[in-house]
C-alpha cells in the first residue's frame, strides 16, 4: 500500500475525470496492469481496481475514472481535488503484452479502453507487427482518448484505429465493436487479442473469436469476466 497525491485532474469527457498520481518513488508495473483504491465510506472499506494508462519507470501515473451517479468509487474520486491524497496498491493484473513480435489487436469499450492505452504505447515502442485498435463507445462526446489514438494513428504506419458507436449514426461504424473483429482484421488466427470491458461484451467477443478459429491462448483479458456473467 502506498500514499499518492492528486497533482492534476483534467476533464476527458462529461463523464471522465483523468487523475495524476505523483508517489514519493517510481512505480514498477507492466503496461496493463492495475492498481486498487483502498478508502473509507461509512466505517467500511472501500476497494476498487482503475488501471494506469501510462507507462511505468516514473513516479507518476494517470487513472481515467467515469463516473457513475449511484458509484461508491467513482463519485469519491471525482470529489478529489488537486493536491488531495488517496491510498493504492501496488499495480498488478493479467493484462499485459505477452509476444511483442505478433500482431496484436485491442478490443475494448468505455473505460476498458484504459488498459489498452498502457499496452499500445508499449507495443508501438517496442512491437514489431500489424496492431489494430478497436472501440466500442455510445457516442461521440463519450469516446475517450480519440485525439491521442487519432495521432498515435497518423504516426504509425501499423496501426489501424476502429471505432463503433451504439447509440449514434455518424459516418464509422455502428453497433457493438466486436462484431467487426473480421471485418478490420485480415489475419485473426495470427493475431494476440486484448480484451476489456464490461462482462458481457468480454464474453461475447470471446465467443466470436471462438467463432471465426483464434484459439483460447491468443486472448487475453483479467479472466473473471465469465464468473460475473454466470451470476447475473
Not at 65 to 81: E, L, P
Not at 133 to 159: C, P, S, V
Not at 187 to 195: G, I, M
Request: with cysteine.
Amino acid at each position: 500500500m502506498r500514499e499518492v497525491e492528486i497533482t492534476s485532474i483534467h476533464q476527458m469527457t462529461p463523464r471522465v475525470k483523468q487523475f495524476e498520481l505523483v508517489a514519493d518513488d517510481e512505480f514498477d508495473f507492466q503496461p496493463g496492469q492495475h492498481t486498487q483504491l483502498h478508502f473509507e465510506r461509512n466505517g467500511e472499506e472501500v476497494v476498487r481496481p482503475y488501471t494506469a494508462t501510462v507507462l511505468p519507470g516514473t513516479d507518476s501515473i494517470t487513472l481515467a475514472i467515469k463516473r457513475y451517479d449511484d458509484g461508491t468509487a467513482s463519485v469519491y474520486m471525482h470529489d478529489r481535488k488537486p493536491g488531495d491524497t488517496i491510498r493504492i496498491e501496488d499495480l498488478d493484473g493479467n493484462l499485459y503484452l505477452r509476444n511483442l513480435d505478433s500482431d496484436v489487436a485491442f478490443v475494448s469499450t468505455g473505460t476498458g479502453i484504459t488498459p489498452m492505452m498502457a499496452m499500445v504505447k508499449q507495443y508501438l515502442r517496442d512491437g514489431n507487427g500489424e496492431v489494430t485498435f478497436l472501440y466500442g463507445e455510445k457516442n461521440q462526446e463519450n469516446i475517450m482518448y480519440r485525439e491521442t489514438l487519432d495521432q498515435f494513428e497518423a504516426e504509425h504506419e501499423n496501426l489501424n484505429v476502429v471505432y463503433s458507436l451504439s447509440d449514434e449514426a455518424w459516418k464509422g461504424k455502428t453497433g457493438h465493436i466486436q462484431e467487426h473483429i473480421d471485418d478490420v482484421i485480415s489475419s485473426p488466427k495470427s493475431t494476440d487479442f486484448y480484451v476489456c470491458g464490461v462482462p458481457g461484451m468480454v464474453v461475447e467477443t470471446k465467443e466470436k473469436l471462438a467463432d471465426i478459429g483464434v484459439s483460447d491462448e491468443r486472448v487475453y483479458s483479467e479472466g473473471w469476466e465469465d464468473d460475473e456473467v454466470s451470476e447475473e
